[in-house]
């Protein structure tokens, strides 16, 4: 299943993952933005950090995503440098 499929059937079960983790405001970046992934391609999600977000979280959040899709998923923080390039390509999910 390709990341953009896996987004649409798990939308909601997404976002919630995001908000237990403490985090909010999921947008997707990549090629499932572009409309261009493969059946290899990861799920790119860039993600506001909470008052109290720690790294255990984000890094939870990206385990409990590989539950929706058998690959790695990549969970970056809004302030991340390697997310600042794709900022005008991102959607919101």
């Known amino acids: 299943m390709k990341p953009s499929e896996a987004l649409e059937l798990h939308r909601e079960a997404i976002r ?3 908000n237990r983790y403490g985090l909010c405001n999921p947008r997707v970046f990549g090629s499932a933005a572009r409309g261009d992934d493969a059946e290899t391609s990861d799920l790119d999600l860039l993600v506001d950090l909470g008052p109290r977000t720690t790294l255990f979280d984000l890094g939870g ?3 409990e ?3 929706f899709r058998r690959a790695s998923r ?3 923080e809004a302030g991340d440098r390697h997310a600042q390039p794709h ?3 991102i959607s919101r999910t």
Request: glycine share 0%; hydrophobic share 45%; proline share 0%.
């Open 16 to 18: 919630r993952a995001v």
């Open 61 to 63: 959040l990206s385990e």
């Open 65 to 67: 995503l590989k539950d």
């Open 74 to 76: 990549n969970a970056a």
């Open 87 to 89: 900022r005008a390509r």
